[in-house]
């Protein structure tokens, strides 16, 4: 069993930036693949980005240039670094493994203001 928490999430202005933290407990996540997805209010969940195992990663179109994911060096947490805030990106972030055994995080708000 694996817990995921994340954190970091709160207001920033347009054009700002924010870190938000997938930590684990229970088991490591050294060996899983790792994603973040966000849902808008009244919108459906969508991909964002995804951390491999191999180190490797990828992101949505609509982030690429402007979010980066990667893994902590105690190897147990996932960042997800976005900058140049915009209108479209709020939403609750969530962290989740890829594989057989899929978890999820309850998420994190992200609010933007103009």
């Known amino acids: 069993q694996v817990q995921l928490v994340e954190s970091g999430g709160g207001l920033v202005q347009a054009g700002g930036s924010l870190r938000l933290s997938c930590a684990a407990s229970g088991r490591t996540i050294s060996s899983y693949t790792m994603g973040w997805f966000r849902q808008a209010a009244g919108k459906e969940r969508e991909f964002v980005a995804r951390?491999?195992?191999?180190?490797?990663?990828s992101y949505a179109d609509s982030v690429k240039g402007r979010i980066t994911t990667a893994r902590g060096e105690a190897k147990n947490t996932v960042f997800l670094q976005m900058n140049s805030l915009k209108s479209e990106d709020p939403a609750v972030y969530y962290c989740?493994?890829?594989?057989?055994?899929?978890?999820w995080g309850q998420g994190t708000q992200v609010t933007v203001s103009s």
């Open positions: 989740k493994t890829y594989g057989t055994d899929i978890y």
């Open positions: 951390f491999y195992v191999s180190g490797s990663t």
